[in-house]
């Protein structure tokens, strides 16, 4: 009998714009692991460049939901979160943490904030006070730059080198999360990623491809094939190779069209890679 992995996430739908559940799901699912799904609100699409989007908040029905699961004793290998559009939504989402979280799985704050060193629509510095706690409470948290540096009350740096890398890493482990990871870090015409594992004192980095142009949803693909990669027992310069490697393979899928795909990028064509990477150990 095969036992699968199973990751519960919980994020919102932007019907239109490649991110969050729209990307999450199609990507943990190619590899290989049950993904179960918290959608936190509807929106007809995501809040980065479009104007006029709907928003149908959900927050209601996360508790409701939670209480279904509770009363089928449901059990995750991982929980992952990552837009969360509201103040209560992220203390309902600490509450199914509470409900959820056991010594036999890991908890995933990708701490959604904002890019390019400023907040995304409708987010407040109370709203940061609010996932600033929630990263208190996760194993892994996978901020870029921008979130890191409202997470810590420090100037957005978009040239973060290895050092400063460091730097910010020990900071964030002192919010209370064990291996916080950071996106965006720099390394001569290199972009990557770097985390470091506060129980053990290391760290670690990995690095692929730079192109100056912004892709929208890349936070939310990196921060999915990680989750799937820990989920599947990779360590953590493996997770981190694996999903620096995929966001490469998707900026250069995406380069031959980059004026029409503003909006996001073209992982889809590369999930048969995706595959090929999680079954390979
Ligand atoms: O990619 C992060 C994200 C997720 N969900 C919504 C967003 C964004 C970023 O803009 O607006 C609704």
């Given at each position: 009998m095969v036992f699968m992995k199973k990751v519960v996430t919980i994020q919102d739908i932007?019907?239109?714009?490649?991110?969050s559940l729209t990307v999450a799901l199609p990507i943990i699912s190619a590899m290989g692991i049950e993904t179960a799904v918290i959608p936190t609100a509807v929106l007809s699409?995501?809040?980065?460049?479009?104007?006029g989007y709907t928003f149908h908040d959900l927050s209601g029905d996360i508790k409701d939901i939670s209480k279904h699961w509770q009363s089928l004793g449901l059990t995750f290998d991982a929980i992952y979160t990552g837009y969360l559009g509201s103040v209560d939504q992220v203390q309902i989402v600490s509450d199914f943490f509470d409900s959820f979280s056991s010594d036999d799985n890991f908890i995933v704050v990708d701490p959604v904030l904002g890019d390019s060193g400023h907040l995304y629509a409708g987010f407040t510095e109370e709203f940061v006070g609010e996932m600033r706690k929630l990263c208190e409470k996760a194993d892994y948290i996978l901020p870029n730059m921008t979130e890191a540096s409202f997470l810590l009350g420090i100037p957005y740096n978009d040239k973060c080198d290895e050092n400063s890398a460091k730097e910010i890493l020990r900071g964030l482990a002192e919010?209370?999360?064990k291996v916080p990871v950071l996106t965006g870090v720099r390394s001569g015409g290199l972009h990557g990623a770097a985390a470091y594992d506060s129980e053990s004192d290391e760290f670690y980095v990995s690095f692929g491809k730079h192109i100056e142009r912004q892709l929208h949803g890349t936070g939310d693909i990196f921060a999915s094939v990680f989750t799937g990669a820990v989920t599947l027992g990779k360590n953590i310069q493996q997770a981190l190779d694996m999903s620096v490697k995929y966001i490469s393979d998707c900026i250069n899928a995406t380069m031959p069209c980059l004026d029409e795909m503003w909006y996001g990028s073209c992982f889809e064509l590369c999930l048969g890679k995706l595959i090929e990477y999680s079954s390979n150990s």
């Open positions: 932007s019907c239109f714009g490649k991110c699409t995501h809040t980065g460049g479009f104007t919010l209370g999360c």
